[in-house]
């Protein structure tokens, strides 16, 4: 969500921007803790173009990768954000990105943070990507921060590869099985199926079912492309409803080929992002309320908020965060065991690394398993369209001799 925002400065001058956040409490931490205080603020409503049609938007994720990449190395070697940010303005060549950082400066030099500053361009930085800039400038980490983001997104774009590399060959399969088959059923087919009645013979059921659909697709195949488009697009809509990103979310962690995945995920981030706050020197309750909004995903926001508010009234955090099936157990044991010992950063680092690792095993897997699996129901669909085909053929040999 977008949300336009009057707020003043501690000399009271006023400040206006775009911020875009999950919810409006998370955009108003957002401003707050750039030291702004808010005066007024309006939802901005995107409009159907914007929320169906978000393409031409977006950066190449390999531009954004290499971005973050040097942007990390820059403020490794003392040089500041505003410099850093001019010197990767002639580098880049991706106009888009060019735009973009020539308006975050802009918006710097105005008095706004970094993470303030990407927050009005939530085509290109996630909220994810938001919210770790804004854990690094928190903490003082911002070059791990943005380390952390390449590596994440270099991660996703190598996965993005191999399920494009795994899709090749079966969607070659795929193609030369719609084209053959459609050349058979609106050709071939229907002249075997005449000579077959003029003989007296019947058709086999699989050849009747298959000439039924034929018939079928070719009056009302508009339909099955309305259907699909209004599919897509109508549930890409929803899901930017409030009540639509909570069904996807809680969707995300509850399928079963993908459950594993996406709670490992989310363990992960809020992990390794609370250990950088709590190694900060950031009160805990403060780091966990930042950590809500950074996991991206409503259900565990709202578990992480719900452990913020017990700890304010006494409770540890492996209390506040037990009792929940989202979290497993190890993960509140091993909690439990760095509050007692004071070494609640150092325990959380090392969960966070035992689940990322967890992650990569598991996406190594599924994507191992996609090319045979889409093969063998490729193999399934071919072995009906043959018998479609040589069944009739079979019974008209039957039937001439």
Known sequence: MQFKYEAKDIQGKTREGVVV???????????????????????????LLDKIWPFGKSVPAKDMVLFSRQLSTLI???????????????????????????????????????????ARHPEVF?????????TGELSGTLENSLNYLADQMEKDYELGSKVRSAMIYPAFILGAIVVVGSLMFLFILPKLTDILEQNGGSLPFITVMLIDFTKFFQVYWWTFLVGAIGLFWGGRAYIRTVQGRYVFDRLKITFP????????????????????????????????????????????????????????GGKSIAESLAGHKEIPVIVTQMIQVGEQSAALSSILQKLAVYYEKEVDTKVSTLTTLIEPIIILILGLAVGILVAGILLPIYNLASTTS
């Open 21 to 47: 956040a999950e919810d409006q409490e998370h955009a108003e931490n957002l401003i707050q803790e750039n030291g702004l205080t808010i005066v007024s603020m309006t939802v901005l409503e995107e409009s």
């Open 126 to 134: 996630s909220n994810v990507y938001i919210s770790v800039v804004h």
């Open 257 to 312: 080929i993908i459950k594993g995945i996406f709670e490992q995920i989310y363990i992960a981030r809020f992990a390794r992002n609370l250990s950088t706050l709590v190694l900060a020197g950031i009160p805990i309750i403060k780091a966990l309320e930042v950590v809500s909004e950074l996991v991206n995903n409503v259900i565990y926001r709202d578990i992480i908020r719900e452990a913020a508010q017990k700890l304010a």
């Open 76 to 118: 490794g070697a003392k040089v500041t954000i505003l410099q850093s940010l001019r010197i990767l303005r002639e580098q880049v060549s991706n106009k888009r990105l060019q735009n973009i950082i020539d308006e975050t400066v802009q918006s710097i030099e105005g008095g706004n943070s970094f993470s303030l500053s990407l």
